[in-house]
């Protein structure tokens, strides 16, 4: 994907763990405009490839006004490609068994 790079003619690309390191020193509450007019020069980078402006990350929740970092991370992680977050509907953790808790209690 080809993007325009802001008026200095560089485009800072970082994976998505990167990002929130870059906002780590951000002021609350602060717009989604603000965020986009500071950060214009950002691209989220994908693990499985591909790459997004932060700015088309932010707009696909609208505009918000963010009270705090959760908030904007959140609006993020919402907004990010589905291959950025890993395998869609999978979990390396075993679903719960119900009976396994109370196995133990019956007698037989």
């Known amino acids: 994907m080809e ?3 802001n008026s200095t003619g560089t485009l ?3 994976d998505i763990n990167r990002i929130f390191d870059l906002l780590g020193d951000q002021s609350f509450p602060v717009d989604t405009d603000e965020i ?4 214009d020069d950002v691209e989220v ?3 499985g490839g591909g790459s997004d ?3 088309r990350v932010l707009r696909t ?3 918000q006004t963010y009270q705090t970092m959760d908030d904007l991370r959140l609006s993020i992680l919402n907004g990010v490609q589905r291959n950025a977050v890993g395998r869609p509907r999978y979990s390396d953790r075993d679903p719960p068994v119900v009976a ?3 196995d133990h209690w ?3």
């Open 3 to 5: 993007d325009e790079p």
């Open 12 to 14: 800072r690309s970082l």
């Open 36 to 39: 986009c007019s500071a950060y």
């Open 45 to 47: 980078t994908y693990s």
């Open 53 to 55: 402006p932060l700015a």
């Open 61 to 63: 929740s609208g505009s």
């Open 100 to 102: 396994d808790e109370y």
């Open 106 to 108: 019956r007698s037989f």
